[in-house]
DNA sequence: GAAATATAATTGTCTTAGCAACTATTTGGG
DNA sequence: CCCAAATAGTTGCTAAGACAATTATATTTC
């Protein structure tokens, strides 16, 4: 007889964010796959297309990743052609970050991938759906930022 | 002058979920840490808490996991003593996994930690916004998986 | 202005994840 | 019944992510 209480993990934000997650970016990634750049590397190449000259830790701060992680993505990116650092003037300690003409290309041409994944994601809901999702994940983003920094 | 027009990756489902994700994991993480157990490897051993004798590839599709992921985790599960693989008669390919007296320890004392962790994300939220998210993502989760299939 | 502290980036180690290739079984069609 | 195809699991390779320690440079403070 089984009498347990059944916590069921799809009821868990944290557990569901994983999963849902996984299958996005799996969708994302096997379409980039012609251009061999991966999910992740797409996405800060986008920061650094977004705005140039920004330094690592800002990159990595907006990516939301963290520094190593963005060292190393970066030295994929710069092998590939697609990105380059110069150091930079102000501080020593730092890099600038740029896209190269190759980088934009790319950019140009994937960009609509990326925004075609994310309808098909809005393919399942409504627009208004689409959007309190959005806002509920930025806001999760700030809130958890907070928490962590305090524990 | 900067005439580019700006999409901005927050708006885009793929990228807020993995950001999401990620500092909502490292949140439990670190939580966990006096167990010495993942979330990851969590989330499979509380699987097979919930259900003896399911099979590596039940296992995997409930934790959202591919198999070559699922059975490294379970080598470290089992490494731990915290679960345990046994042949199964009827399908001599595969293995029934359950969980040890250890397991289930760690499970009833780390439970409440999981739960808390969601609490932190309710935190941002009300109970109805919470509900929301957590039937969107399920019906991400759901129509994903069909896109994946058909890709 | 020198010493202590903080910051930017890197490196090493381990875990998780995706993908492809492989082994060992089981199933199904001729 | 037997061979082809499907299935369960594992292994190898590479990328991404968390964390700690290290290096180089800046900033603060005394």
Known sequence: MNNKKAYDLRRSAGFMLGTSYRKVSALFQIRLKPFE?????WSVLYQI???????????AERAGKDRPTTTRILDHLEQKGLADRRTSDRDRRSF???ITDKGRELILKTLPLEMAANEDVRGCMSEEE???????LIRIDHHMKDILERE
Request: cysteine-free; charged content about 25%.
């Open 37 to 41: 750049i991966t999910p992740e590397q």
């Open 49 to 59: 297309h977004l705005e140039d000259g920004l330094i690592q830790k800002e990159i």
């Open 96 to 98: 600038q970050v740029g």
């Open 130 to 136: 689409y959007d309190t999702l959005i806002r509920l």
